[in-house]
């Protein structure tokens, strides 16, 4: 699939094309073969990302069968290699088929700043100091700029649970894209699913521990997360284990919702690993 972010490039063009186009906008450079099976994977996963990223950057594709002089040059050992470069210079490179989460994350590496993602990191820090609503508002901003934007749904599955949401917590975690903000909110969700049993009645209530617990999750509904952390914590000196590790799951789940350069957030994990181990 050729588009006019998409250039086939040859050693006769390759200063032109790539070096210079790249002092203004940074250039994957993919080497591939037409006998390369998992160069026929990688390639649509690169056309499918410079299409989504709409001029942000270009995508050269180098035959290295017909450009050897290319291969020897930037030293290309095996194929696929990619290849990334801005201001004139090469600045990474990867070889190898990868998923396209890491593709992605490696081509967002090199890309300026868009205007989503400075939203993103607007409601990040207004989050850290507490403010919710103003972070919400970046975070939807972030999402009117570039729908489903990792980091704008995490901090909407944050503020959700903070405000005790477990429900549209939830809804945002299923709309999630595959990539590498998926993990971190992946670990919230045995907190959403212990605050959803909660309202739901479905928490076990056969011990005082099991009392406790759901004690914890409506301090929790109730966006008290310290004071749900406090009593986690008291679970888990009394069973470290407690209910086949699901105390620990949503205590941790609880600690990722906190600004995690704070020194209480430290004081927190410090303890929990002395109660663990």
Known sequence: MMSEHIKSVTESDFEYEVL???????????????????????????EKLVGEAGGSFRLAKVDADVNPN???????????TVLAFSQGSRISD???????????????????????????????????MG?????????????????ATPGALLGLIKINL????????????????ACK?????????????????????????????????ENSMRLALRGNMLASADGMMDIL??????????????VLAILDLLDQESELTRQYRKELTNILF
């Open 237 to 250: 000196r009394a069973d470290k284990h407690f209910r086949r590790e699901r105390g620990k799951e949503v």
């Open 94 to 128: 990867f070889a190898g088929l990868q998923p396209e989460p890491r593709v992605r994350e490696f081509i967002n590496q090199i890309l300026p700043p868009s205007p989503a993602s400075l939203l993103v990191q607007k409601g990040d820090s207004l989050l850290a």
């Open 70 to 80: 290319l291969v020897l040059k930037y030293s290309v050992r095996s194929i696929p």
């Open 181 to 213: 903000e998926y993990n971190e909110a992946e670990r919230l969700l045995p907190l959403m699913k212990a605050m959803q049993d909660a309202v739901s009645g479905t928490l076990y209530k056969e011990t005082d521990l099991d009392l406790a617990f």
């Open 131 to 147: 403010d919710l609503e103003g972070a919400r508002e970046a975070y939807d901003e972030a999402l009117k700029i570039t729908e």
């Open 162 to 177: 903070l405000e005790g949401n477990a429900p549209a917590a939830r809804a945002s975690l299923r709309v999630f894209p």
């Open 20 to 46: 210079a186009y790249s002092q203004n906008t940074p250039v994957i450079v993919d080497f591939w073969a037409e006998w390369c099976k998992p160069c026929k994977v990688l390639s649509p996963i690169l």
